[in-house]
């Protein structure tokens, strides 16, 4: 069974106080290892990320939890 491991970035501070988090979910993205997939907590979900990780090769599975707030899990591209 093949498990990812996932780098953790949560941008609900980011998003809360008004600020845009597209560049640090981008630099977090770039900064994965190889295989490695990114666990992203957000106040809303986050759909214009969906096409954008898409495009990159990444899937993405997503869930509320608590309080409205959203968590994605982005799947590496395929090996």
Known sequence: MHTT???ELDVRPILRGGGEPFEAIMTAIAGLAPGQGLR???TFKP???FS???ARGF????REIDGGDWEVLFHPPAA
Not at 59 to 62: G, V
């Open 40 to 42: 992203l907590l957000a």
């Open 47 to 49: 759909a214009p990320l």
């Open 5 to 7: 491991s996932f780098a």
């Open 59 to 62: 899937t993405h599975e997503a």
């Open 52 to 54: 954008v990780l898409g």
